[in-house]
């Protein structure tokens, strides 16, 4: 594609072609709340869904031995940080998973005696705080999961960890038990900010682990990062990453705050301490793009950065990045299998009047609701979302678009004439670039690509309000 030339409100790019900040008016006129697109559509459209159509959408699955994926969710922590978004329990100590343990490899039961062998592509533990669990927990939940699905040796394993509990004996058994990859969960090393979001890390600890981890043998190290979060600089967010920088992780994934304290009131315990603007948030990103691009790190679709050699480089480079409920991922897997409270599964459907749609199933969110279920040998499906195959492929163009910054339309936008109305002010600042059956987006866009992809969501209101330029 011809490269056309920024507008000169957007100052796009750096003389050492670095890209700078969006301008203030930019911001303005973009930054409005749009979906992660972990899925479409995205979560806020589901509705109620019962376990009996949950089991139809396994029955309706492919019978061809296409691998899967498998994710499994511990909703366990210590304590609670206040800026958390996700589903949690708070629990005193470890004993208190172990009847989630049980129900997590009943429902691994339910669900796997309706498949037909297929074998695991990846398996990945999130939460909560899967290291909560101590190590005859993680072997029993191992085990129950291998004994229900074909695990191989190519199976993949990624572990969600938080540095400041996890015992060395902790990452010794996840390596023994196949773990290949981990993420731990720094969010930001400034003692001020630490304070106001009720998780203080300490850098030379975070250090520790990743030493730890790679002693181990664990081949790839994730440091998860965020940004908007009350007493946070461009200074602070430095010195952040410099610390960090000095282990050379693999990946970073640096996420924004979204501050939501009707869903999450705990969150109301960061206002005290102020919580920065949509402009301060978009100096706050680009210092950290500046900052890892400088290190060497690539940028790969909206939020993570990745050294040369890390294998999600080589799927941007071959166009196989994928984006899932866990965020960007190089697994293929068709089928994603959630266990635990609140977990989703992506099924696609195979057979019957529905075949090639797919089906989102998401589990009762309460670990008490979630536990009843699978004790009386139901499965534990609370909300759902059956998307028809044209929404399928509407969605697999909001996924290129946020994968990789691009994607494909019809000759002459047929069938997306809305779409591309609604693309016009983007593309006359200078966010995506558009021809007869490609769009793409810029660097100064990229900032925005939630919002671009949004144009395409029909399930969602469109982007509204936006003032003229001589606003």
């Known amino acids: ?51 009996h159509a949950h089991a139809e959408a396994l029955d309706g699955l492919t019978r061809e031995p296409a691998p899967l994926g498998l994710y499994v969710h511990l909703p366990f922590c210590g304590e609670r940080c206040w800026y958390c978004g996700c589903n949690v329990v708070i629990a005193p100590d470890r004993t208190v998973a172990d009847d989630t343990i049980d129900a997590i490899e009943e429902e691994a039961r339910v669900v796997s005696a309706r498949l037909a062998p297929r074998p695991v592509a990846s398996l990945h533990l999130g939460g909560g705080t899967p290291n909560f669990l101590a190590g005859p927990q993680l072997r029993r939940l191992f085990a129950a999961l291998r004994g229900a699905f074909e695990f191989t040796a190519q199976t993949r394993v990624d572990v969600e960890l938080d540095p400041r509990t996890l015992e060395p004996e902790t990452i010794e058994v996840l390596a023994s038990l196949g773990a290949r990859r981990v993420s731990f969960g720094v969010q930001d090393l400034d003692p001020a900010v630490g304070a106001a979001i009720g998780r203080v890390m300490d850098g030379e600890r975070v250090s520790e682990c990743i030493r730890a981890a790679r002693r181990a043998g664990i081949q790839g190290v994730n440091l998860d990062l965020m940004y908007g979060l009350p007493r946070q600089t461009p200074e602070s967010v430095r010195r952040t990453l410099r610390t960090l920088l000095r282990e050379r992780p693999d990946r970073f994934a640096v996420y924004g705050y979204a501050h939501v304290p009707d869903m999450r009131p705990q969150q109301r315990r960061l206002e005290p301490h102020g919580l920065p603007g949509a402009a301060a948030r978009a100096e706050l990103f680009h210092v950290v793009k500046e900052t890892l691009v400088d290190a060497g790190y690539l940028p790969v679709g909206l ?36 266990l635990g409270p609140s977990a989703i599964s992506r099924l696609t459907l195979a057979s019957g009047d529905r075949a090639g749609g797919v089906a989102y199933m998401q589990n009762a969110p309460a670990d008490k609701v979630y536990r009843r279920h699978l004790a009386g040998g139901r499965l534990a499906t609370e909300r759902g979302f059956v998307a028809a195959p044209s929404d399928v492929a509407r969605g697999c163009l909001i996924e290129d678009i946020m994968c990789h910054m691009a994607a494909r339309v019809p000759e002459g936008w047929s069938g997306f004439e809305g779409e591309r109305e609604a693309l016009r002010p983007f593309e006359e600042d200078g966010l995506v670039m558009i021809e007869a059956d490609r769009l793409e987006v810029t660097e100064t866009g990229r900032f925005f690509v939630r919002q671009v992809a949004r144009t395409f969501d029909r399930h969602t209101r469109p982007l509204v309000d936006r003032p003229e330029a001589a606003a």
Request: charged share 20%; glycine share 6%; hydrophobic share 30%.
């Open 1 to 51: 594609m011809t490269e056309r030339p920024e507008v000169a409100s957007c100052s796009a790019v750096d003389p050492d072609g670095v890209p700078r900040a969006p301008e203030t008016l930019l911001v303005q006129r973009y930054d409005r709340p749009a979906p992660r697109y972990t899925s479409y559509p995205p979560v806020p459209c589901w509705g109620p869904v019962g376990p």
């Open 303 to 338: 939020d993570h950065f990745v050294v040369p050699s890390d294998d999600m480089a080589r799927a941007v480079a071959t166009r196989t990045l994928h984006r899932t409920f866990q965020g960007y991922t190089t697994h293929a897997a068709t089928d994603l299998l959630g």
